[in-house]
């Protein structure tokens, strides 16, 4: 098994990278080093400019990812604010903002960087769409997760395990990208 260092607080993004990557030969650890998320328009500027951050303090090479919800009706909110906006109005405050609206579509995008030392980080991302649920369902999962049903499921990513949740997402899917440019650096 290779190791893949990953830079994150969040232990349900590493419980999802690790049931992904491990097939591939990938042990996932994870390192809490914490690094500042730059105020900028796109997701793939706020990692790119945490992998930057990161490398000038850790000599290894690493993921990080960074990732948000984007809401139609709401022309893309809570986007890059998805993290403030999780833990200011929450679930309950999106549910709200929604209420008696009819298009409840929703994308979700994450975005990864894999580093190595001195080099320019390289950057993969991934898109799940789905629709905003009118209430909260399930407790699995993380974040959005009660309140997302992705296209081509009857269920909530909080209704789901980590290995279903994984077929589906937007982190999923760009660590699927991320396992063929590690692939190819071997
Ligand atoms: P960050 O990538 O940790 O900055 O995530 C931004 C926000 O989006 C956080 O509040 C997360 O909880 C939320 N988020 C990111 N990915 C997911 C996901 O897969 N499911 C639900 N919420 C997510």
Redesign the pocket.
Same mark, same amino acid.
């Given at each position: 098994m290779k190791k893949l260092f990953f830079i994150?607080s969040?232990k349900?993004?590493v419980h *999802?990278a690790t049931e992904k990557l491990r097939p591939l030969g990938f042990s996932v650890v994870q390192k809490d080093l914490g690094y500042p *998320?730059v105020q900028a328009d796109f997701?793939e500027e706020?990692a790119a400019w945490g992998a930057t951050h990161v490398q000038g303090r850790f000599n290894h090479p690493f993921m990080l *990812?960074?990732?948000?919800?984007f809401i139609d009706a709401l022309q893309g909110f809570?986007g890059v604010y998805?993290?403030?906006?999780?833990?200011t109005i929450g679930l309950e405050g999106i549910l709200r903002l929604l209420r008696g609206v009819e298009n409840r579509k929703a994308v979700?995008r994450?975005v990864y960087a894999y580093s190595k030392p001195g080099k320019k980080p390289i950057i993969v991302i991934g898109e799940c769409t789905g629709v905003i649920s009118t209430e909260k369902q399930g407790n699995h999962?993380?974040?959005?997760?009660p309140i997302?049903i992705p296209v081509g499921a009857q269920k909530t990513?909080g209704e789901m395990t980590v290995v279903e949740?994984n077929q589906y997402?937007?982190?999923g899917k760009a660590l699927d990208k991320l396992a063929i440019v590690l692939k190819d650096l071997q």
């Open positions: 994150t969040n349900g993004k *999802e *998320e997701l706020v *990812e960074d990732a948000g919800l809570p998805s993290k403030y906006v999780f833990f979700f994450s999962g993380f974040g959005y997760d997302f990513f949740k997402s937007h982190r």
